[in-house]
């Protein structure tokens, strides 16, 4: 059966790869995309908003959307997810002397690019307080591109609790920490053990200020 399978997307582009596949495949792939493509939406609705948007004044002027990477759907991984109950609560870092409280929640574990992976994922313990958050995760991690194309702090994947074993882990879907917008923010500092060295080319890329386009 001939079907366009969709493994790299550019919204701006229209970029396709046309592949054989079968029709339940292309479905899922095409729900991905939805889901990323939504995930941008949002982003940018968020940062066009004066109320919203972590943007400097100078810069909230001249927004008008982020820059990303094309859509590739080999960087949405399903995981098998670990959960590790007896973890101790710890501080983790940030870029300011700010001293939130985590634990670590799980881990994810994936194959990708012939490598065997482990992410930790966290646990706000102050966040999971707050109703709207109780199933929130936390996955911050570095790759090769950052400094580069990408921020050089890292980036951030939102996640909620799983109700099995599996759980997704979509970089197409990584977000920049406020850090990369504004030196008013605190961030979380992505722990040495979520430090891919690999190239992850996909989700939000490094935003250029205005003042450095001048």
């Not at 582009?13 to 990323?36: E, G, M, P």
């Not at 098998?80 to 983790?92: A, N, Q, S």
Request: hydrophobic content about 35%; charged content about 25%.
């Amino acid at each position: 059966m001939l079907c366009i399978f969709v493994k790299k997307y550019s919204v701006k582009k229209l970029t396709f790869l046309i592949l054989l596949c079968s029709s339940n495949l292309f479905a899922q792939d095409s729900l991905l995309i939805k889901r990323i493509l939504v995930f941008q939406q949002e982003l940018n609705k968020e940062f066009a908003s004066e109320q919203e948007s972590p943007l400097a004044a100078v810069d909230f002027e001249k927004f008008k959307e982020l820059d990303f990477f094309d859509i590739d759907t080999t960087f949405s991984i399903e995981a098998k997810f670990v959960r590790t109950p007896y973890e101790t609560p710890f501080i983790m870092k940030t870029t300011t002397s700010r001293e939130p409280v985590y634990v670590k929640y799980g881990e994810a574990h994936f194959v990708f690019q012939e490598k065997e992976w482990i992410l930790n994922i966290y646990q706000n313990q102050g966040l999971k307080t707050q109703p709207e958050y109780e199933n929130y995760l936390f996955l911050p991690f570095t790759d090769l591109t950052n400094g580069k194309t990408t921020y050089e702090g890292g980036r951030y994947i939102d996640l909620t609790i799983p109700e099995n074993n599996k759980i997704l882990i979509d970089f197409n879907m990584a977000y920049n920490p406020y850090c990369a917008y504004s030196g008013r923010y605190s961030c979380p500092i992505p722990p040495e053990e979520n430090h891919m060295q690999i190239e992850i080319p996909v989700g939000v890329k490094k935003y250029k200020k205005y003042q450095e386009e001048k």
